[in-house]
């Protein structure tokens, strides 16, 4: 459902596994109508009239933000598997409302943070775990790139709801939960000064995570930049990459930088007086979109139980939400504890 950007990703991706079959593209615009005559799969301009006649065994939701409460609902309500892209919703209580509506009918429910299941997340998570680094510290994460004009013609993207924050740093601060484990506390500024739309483009973050370890984030959607997730691991070959970090990881025996998986450190005693030693992890590069399709796959067959859960999706959308609060009000913003 959705034949926008990341739904046609979906789309190719789909279409391309052996395991798997496009039954049907659902959007009701022309733009949708065009990419089911594209790939020979039939249309529906929406899931009620594709169920009068055809039953898919799953359905991932590629549409607006806005509506995607509103779209998986109604697929749980006929029972099928769901995966929702990120975020889960613009809202914690309609989130909330979703993930339990599909607990309660026993309907697997998904969320589409697709970089869990890159191998470079997969290379750090284990060696953030082997404890080889010590105890994680400080980390340093940016998402900076220019988005051209023309990315805002479509009006949802500039309005509450989207922006940089939620539909692009929600990568990141997953991808962080997922490494260092729950955050306990944010603080937050955001600025829209540059395109002056009613979201932001620029925002500083800090997180405070229950190990103790403390995280800094920067975004923006105006700087002509590398640094970013988008632009330094090759995830997605419509960016072009450059050789540099994204996030850099710091604990008390070792640092990490991705998406490079550099670990550094001292050869002997620790101690800024002690030379630095570098060793990169090698890893096989896969596109994780293809290795979420297949594990969609595995969990509608029964085979597996959800990586990204619509609860923790919905753990991920807290975060998020907080950050905004933490902006609006100036203030920091504590969570829920877990």
Excluded at 86 to 106: F, S, T
């Amino acid at each position: 459902m959705g034949a926008g950007l990341i739904g046609r990703r979906h789309i190719q991706h789909v279409s391309a596994e052996p395991q798997a079959e496009l039954m049907a593209v659902v959007d009701p615009t022309d733009a949708g109508r065009r990419a089911a005559a594209e790939t020979g799969a039939p249309w529906a301009s929406s899931l009620r009239e594709l169920l009068a006649t055809e039953r898919p065994d799953g359905v991932i939701i590629a549409t607006p933000n806005q509506v995607h409460v509103e779209n998986a609902l109604e697929a749980v309500a006929a029972g099928i598997p769901v995966l929702v892209e990120k975020p889960i919703a613009d809202d914690l209580a309609e989130g909330e409302r979703l993930v339990a509506a599909a607990e309660r009918a026993g309907v697997p429910l998904l969320v589409g943070h697709h970089r869990r299941h890159n191998p470079i997340m997969r290379a750090a998570s284990e060696i953030v775990a082997s404890g080889r680094l010590g105890r994680i510290v400080a980390v340093s994460a940016l998402f900076w790139l220019y988005k051209p004009d023309d990315y805002f013609d479509m009006p949802w993207r500039r309005e509450p709801g989207a922006g940089p924050v939620f539909l692009n740093l929600i990568h990141d601060v997953d991808n962080l939960r997922a490494l260092l484990g729950e955050v306990v506390s944010v603080q937050a500024v955001e600025s829209n000064t540059v395109r002056g739309h009613p979201v932001e483009d620029t925002a500083a973050i800090i997180l405070q995570f229950a190990s103790g370890a403390l995280a800094t984030l920067s975004v923006c959607d105006t700087a002509v930049a590398p640094w970013s997730w988008e632009m330094t691991t090759g995830e997605n070959p419509a960016y072009p990459q450059a050789d540099e970090a994204c996030y850099l990881i710091a604990g008390t025996h070792g640092s990490l930088s991705l998406p490079q998986l550099d670990i550094w450190s001292n050869a002997g005693p620790r101690s800024w007086w002690e030379p630095l030693q570098r060793e990169r992890i090698g890893i096989a590069p896969k596109d994780p979109l293809v290795l979420q399709i297949r594990h969609f796959v595995d969990v509608i067959r029964g085979d597996a139980a959800p990586l990204v859960s619509g609860r923790e999706g919905l753990r991920t959308l807290e975060v998020i939400i907080a950050i905004k609060r933490a902006a609006e009000i100036g203030e920091r913003v504590t969570l829920p504890s877990r």
